[in-house]
């Protein structure tokens, strides 16, 4: 059975950092696409971060430079370190195996992707001023 269970996630005041982790079973992370997706009410579900299995990253705009995504594969397991936290990164955070036949699906609203690629339940990020 395929599972991904994040944890790490919290409230966090402005300039803060937390660090999410994504236990994964049933496959491995390292020959996997991995990534984290997030939405805030309101707002679109973005992807954010992701991790080839070349070990090539990409980061959102709004995130690079204060996000870094890694991944310890004896463990199994993906992390995203979120440093210099903003109020605008307060969002649920889910952890993402990309599709293996779509790669990664984007569109307006998590629930509606999570039938592509394995997610997550999610983990709520919140930021405070």
């Known amino acids: 059975e395929v599972q991904l269970v994040e944890s790490g996630g919290g409230s966090v005041q402005v300039g803060g950092s937390l660090r999410l982790s994504c236990l994964v079973s049933g496959f491995s992370v390292d020959d996997t696409d991995m990534g984290w997706f997030r939405q805030a009410p309101g707002n679109e579900c973005d992807l954010i971060s992701t991790?080839?299995?070349?070990?090539?990253?990409y980061y959102e705009d709004s995130v690079k430079g204060r996000f870094t995504i890694s991944q310890d594969n004896a463990k199994n397991t993906v992390y995203l370190q979120m440093n210099s936290l903003k109020p605008e990164d307060t969002a649920v955070y889910y952890c993402?195996?990309?599709?293996?036949?779509?790669?990664?699906?984007?569109?307006?609203?998590?629930?509606?992707?999570?039938?592509?690629?394995?997610w997550g339940q999610g983990t709520q990020v919140t930021v405070s001023s």
């Open positions: 991790i080839r299995i070349d070990g090539s990253e």
């Open positions: 993402v195996a990309a599709d293996r036949a779509r790669g990664w699906v984007i569109g307006n609203d998590c629930d509606n992707l999570k039938e592509y690629g394995y």
